[in-house]
């Protein structure tokens, strides 16, 4: 499924859904431009974000964890179709940002599990980019377990 307005579509295939630190998160990002567009870049990115609570009761996310690996340089991408393979190694750090889940567990229990166990579960994303300057960015985010 794709997902975007404006310049062009872009969407994230990943092999699974699921992740322990030291694993390698294996996909591809395909990007549709509609039209030629310059940019600094294609990146994807290994993304942590908690919700917290501020002085007046609100919750936002705060980014806790950010991992870019670059897919392209600066340039301009024509219109049409582009895919990017990518694999991104889950760092031995992320164990510190996590509860401890037992092993074993099918994915939707062990999410659950992670969901319940801290009162403001990281949450873990997978996020494509096309980093266009002064307009609105093409963009994906995936949702990811890691356990």
Known sequence: MLFGFGRGKMDIHLS??????REVIEGTLRME????VQARGVSIA???EQRQ???DGHSHAVK??????????EKSYNAGEK??????TVPE??????????????????????????KNPIMWYVDGKLDVPKSVDVKKRVGINIV
């Open 53 to 55: 609570r501020n002085h």
């Open 16 to 21: 699974r859904w699921e992740y322990r630190p």
């Open 46 to 48: 290994l993304v942590g």
């Open 93 to 118: 750090s992320v164990k510190e940002q996590r509860p401890e889940i037992p092993e074993n567990l099918p994915y939707g229990l062990s999410r659950m599990f992670r969901f319940f166990s801290t």
């Open 83 to 88: 895919k990017y393979s990518f694999a991104i």
């Open 33 to 36: 431009l509609k039209e030629r």
């Open 64 to 73: 806790v964890f950010e991992f870019s690996v670059p897919l392209d340089g």
